[in-house]
């Protein structure tokens, strides 16, 4: 057993590491630049965690979701390894204790939001600590030429200035060739050198159909299919109005979007976790790092905007490899919404200035002042005040984020929390000083040990149980000692905020980088143009279209999909099928011929087989008639 393995085993409980996971491992331990390219619940975060805990010093994790961010600290905790995260929305004082134990502690992994990364204090910190790898999850985000291009992550190659002798490990489950290569550029790589694993799901079947009442061919899939489901809907109010229609016709179903607090998001996802049979019904808001392995189908009743979304949640199902199908339902208006919000997405660059300015106005930013600074807000009540529409806006603020210019977050609820600013002996002292705040500091200590060093989460309707008294009394010592700076208290608040990551610009002093955000938008559509043609494209395996998608050429057919369903009925095989495809290109790739005429001309002499195939092509508009009786190929 390798030393890897054996931290494996010690810390989750496994023996075996799963394909490419110790290579990648193994390569970064060795000091090299990695890129692992795995697809969706491949076991990414395995592969830094392991590499760190096999030697001294910490580990920086960069990562822009902050659920999936606490969710990992939480889980390494609970296999008693120190972790911390820093994101948007913290305040000073959490976020320089946080340096600081990293700086002092034996901490093994900081978590840190891509924004915070240019922050002198950061800088600072980064510089002092023992830093034994940079992992990069979400890795496509650095490149412009990626579905979710982030500026923030730009400023990761600078921390290689400050730690120049440090490995990187990026990580992404989807990145097509292009994307790969500038990953790899943009964060400096000292060589290329990629691990990549197949993006082939043999377990998986993919099925895309046209329908009319996607409704009624929803229901036939959960009455056949038993097991865990997710269906991917357009929007918050489909979540809720589908989930009934499921939970009246007798299945375990329930509803998740953006919208909802971190509370019931929270609530939901537990129930749905631990749930056998429950269907979720979502926005994409619901996924990102979810690992239930027993998922047996997902549903997308509304056509994803790229074909990288989709793989990623289409690839929900099934992770414990076991038969799981993946249904895209979709229809011609569907295609022509699709193309209509796609213009929406881009609003003028008129417009951008407009919802900049009104955020400032907004939020009450000075001009020329505001960079760092924490806003609660409100899309509806924002644009309702300033006149904006709101899919234009919600758009609009995605590209001044990409800008650079502000952060957004969506409702986010934060526990209370708590520490004490100064030491145990002064602590004493003071409570010696003031016996009125005696018992509730030794309540407090008693109820809370580790709160010198760190925050402590508090639940002030827990204590006031405890205490026999009303919460009212709890909140009051709390922040009176927090008045007298013996404590510092962070009651917990939910919603959403903005950022300003600089300071406020004068709008006619406003310039956005318009080469680039055109260059973004033409990439868009073709990413666009990529998913409709998935959709319609009724020839070819529905697995190779994808493989072939992410830079796999050498892929075969699934021989499982509704393509390949379609041609398993022709008793033709797929030698046979190729073969005679090939044969019909040369006879009526550019003279058109009449079905009779074609039988002369073949080699192939099962007329049988040639007729199967040719009805095949016309079917699925391959092959057309012109002038009557003769046949053509499309172009």
Request: hydrophobic share 35%.
């Amino acid at each position: 057993m390798t030393k890897y393995e054996e931290i494996l085993q010690q810390y989750w409980g496994y023996t075996k590491f799963r394909p490419l996971q110790q290579e990648i491992i193994e390569s970064v331990c060795e000091g090299k630049d990695t890129l692992g390219l795995m697809p969706t619940g491949g076991g990414k975060s395995i592969t830094f965690q392991v590499a760190t805990l096999s030697k001294p010093g910490i580990c920086i994790v960069i990562t822009p979701l902050i659920a999936l961010m606490k969710d990992q600290v939480d889980n390494l905790k609970k296999r008693r390894i120190k972790a911390v995260a820093i994101y948007s929305g913290m305040t000073y004082n959490e976020i320089e204790l946080a340096f600081n134990n990293c700086i002092l502690g034996d901490y093994k992994f900081l978590y840190i939001s891509p924004e915070r990364l240019k922050t002198q204090m950061f800088i600072n910190a980064v510089a002092q600590m023992k830093v034994n790898l940079i992992a990069v999850d979400e890795s496509h985000c650095i490149s412009q030429w990626g579905y979710d291009f982030r500026p923030s992550y730009l400023e990761i190659a600078k921390i290689r200035e400050i730690l120049p002798r440090v490995p990187i490990l990026a990580l992404t489950a989807t990145a097509t060739p292009d994307v790969v290569d500038d990953i790899q550029e943009k964060l400096n790589f000292k060589e290329k050198n990629v691990f990549s694993k197949s993006f082939e799901r043999k377990n998986l079947t993919y099925n895309v159909a046209e329908k009319n009442d996607k409704l009624g061919a929803l229901l036939q899939i959960c009455e056949k299919t038993k097991g865990t489901g997710i269906v991917y809907v357009g929007t918050r109010k489909e979540t809720k109005e589908i989930a009934y229609v499921l939970q009246q016709k007798g299945f375990v179903a329930d509803f998740y979007h953006g919208g909802l607090n971190a509370k019931e998001r929270t609530k939901k996802q537990e129930i749905w976790m631990r749930t056998p049979n429950e269907i979720m019904v979502s926005t994409n808001a619901f996924g990102m790092g979810i690992d239930k392995p027993d998922v047996r189908f997902v549903v997308h009743l509304n056509i994803p905007e790229s074909l990288e979304a989709y793989f990623q949640e289409a690839g929900r199902a099934g992770r414990d490899e076991k038969e799981s199908q993946a249904y895209l339902f979709f229809n011609q208006s569907d295609i022509e919404k699709l193309k209509d919000n796609f213009e929406k997405k881009y609003p003028s660059f008129d417009y951008l200035r407009k919802i900049y300015d009104s955020l400032g106005n907004y939020c009450s930013v000075p001009v020329y002042e505001g960079a760092g600074s924490i806003h609660d807000f409100d899309l509806i009540d924002f644009c309702k005040k300033f006149q904006l529409d709101i899919i234009q806006t919600l758009n609009g603020m995605k590209i001044l984020e990409e800008e650079d210019l502000i952060v957004s977050s969506d409702a986010e609820e934060t526990v209370s929390k708590f520490h004490f600013n100064c030491n145990r002996n002064d602590l004493y002292k003071f409570q010696i000083e003031h016996k009125d705040l005696d018992p509730f500091i030794k309540f407090l200590l008693r109820n809370y040990t580790d709160c010198f060093y760190d925050f402590a989460n508090i639940y002030e309707n827990d204590l006031a149980r405890k205490a026999n008294c009303t919460v009212d009394v709890i909140f009051k010592y709390l922040n009176y000692l927090a008045k007298i700076d013996v404590i510092t208290y962070l009651p917990a608040k939910e919603n959403p905020i903005i950022v300003f990551r600089t300071d406020r610009i004068h709008i006619k002093d406003l310039r956005f980088q318009e080469k680039r955000i055109n260059e973004r938008k033409e990439r868009q559509k073709s990413r666009l143009e990529a998913v409709i043609k998935y959709v319609t494209n009724t020839s070819k395996c529905r697995s190779i279209q994808l493989l072939e998608y992410f830079g796999e050429k050498a892929a075969v057919r699934c021989g499982k999909c509704d393509v390949c369903n379609r041609r398993n009925d022709l008793d033709v095989s797929t030698l046979q099928f190729d073969y005679i495809v090939e044969d019909l290109k040369k006879i009526i790739g550019e003279t058109p011929c009449a079905v009779a005429e074609i039988l002369q001309k073949t080699s192939i002499k099962d007329e049988r087989q040639v007729l199967s195939v040719i009805k095949f092509l016309l079917d699925n508009q391959k092959i057309r008639y012109i002038e009557g009786s003769q046949l053509i190929w499309n172009r």
